[in-house]
């Protein structure tokens, strides 16, 4: 488990991360989310023991990280996977990691072929595509089979089968009984991968909920109809208080009206409907919903 007890980071005038308790639990994927700048990556480094806090603090497992003698056996991380010698062999890397914590040879071996990297082993990092590293920093989370990983954007860089392998690894190794934290910007992923979201906003806690639950936070869940009479039907829509939309064809997209409750006026215009479709809020609807003013650098000057 991951434990933050009113975690705060400034730097001067500027707070990076405000007051953050939460606790981040074993048997989940629990995706990390954030607007740029909300200080997703000064927590994990704090977390890891890499930055230190002004205040608050920060344990894995009940014991601060740094105070591991062996912290690979505790926890593992991949926050930039360009952080490697790009002289070293991806093999030369995880043994020399594996050395300094105790870690039997065997092991980086097993790791390799576990994230696909047995035929590059002895290939110079620096010769590795981006989704190389990626793998690379994977297996280096994964090295010493810790209970708690923690990983900064994993999808950077991976193709669509490195990113369906690395969906079932996150929720293979949650099912295990690990903790697994994932920060990312890609909601699409987050909506397939995470069971449980955590996300801040400048630095403060905003959502520590289920995925279905986060999601659920939408006002803006839409209603797709097909008829032959989308104008008919959009002003009856309208008239009764639906914000409707247009697709140029026979759609209308509804909302502020439930499904039902659109059959019930298409029938009554005399309106024929082929299709009504109840459209569920995406995961990027709710982060926007949340998230809009916490935003430092907004599009359009908003």
Do not use: C
């Amino acid at each position: 488990m991951i434990e933050l007890t009113a975690l705060t980071k400034r730097y001067g005038r500027t707070t990076a991360v405000d007051d953050l308790t939460l606790n981040v639990r074993p048997g989940h994927v629990t995706g990390f989310l954030g607007p740029n700048g909300a200080g997703k990556s000064t927590t994990l480094r704090m977390i890891l023991g890499l930055t230190a806090p002004t205040s608050g603090t920060a344990t894995v497992d009940g014991v601060p990280f740094r105070a591991r003698s062996r912290g690979l056996r505790h926890a593992g991380a991949l926050l930039d996977a360009g952080d490697v010698h790009g002289g070293r062999s991806a093999g030369a890397h995880l043994s020399a990691l594996a050395r300094s914590n105790g870690i039997p040879r065997a092991r980086v071996e097993e790791v390799l072929r576990e994230v696909g990297l047995s035929a590059a082993a002895r290939r110079r990092v620096g010769g590795f595509s981006l989704g190389m590293r990626q793998r690379l920093g994977i297996a280096a989370a994964l090295l010493g089979d810790p209970p708690v990983l923690l990983f900064d954007e994993p999808f950077n860089g991976l193709d669509p089968e490195g990113v369906r392998w690395v969906r079932g690894l996150f929720r293979r190794l949650a099912a295990q009984g690990r903790t697994v934290f994932v920060s990312s910007h890609l909601m699409s992923e987050m909506e397939q991968t995470a069971d449980h979201l955590v996300v801040i906003g400048r630095g403060q806690l905003l959502v520590d909920e289920s995925l279905a639950a986060f999601a659920a936070r939408s006002a803006r869940p839409q209603v797709v109809v097909r008829t032959p009479e989308p104008a008919k039907l959009g002003a009856a829509l309208a008239a009764a208080g639906g914000a409707v939309t247009r697709d140029g064809g026979d759609a209308v997209t509804v909302t502020g009206l439930p499904a039902d409750r659109i059959g019930e006026l298409a029938f009554r215009a005399g309106v024929v409907v082929h299709e009504l479709n109840s459209r569920a809020a995406s995961l990027e609807e709710a982060f926007m919903d949340l998230t809009a003013d916490r935003l430092d650098y907004p599009a359009g000057g908003r």
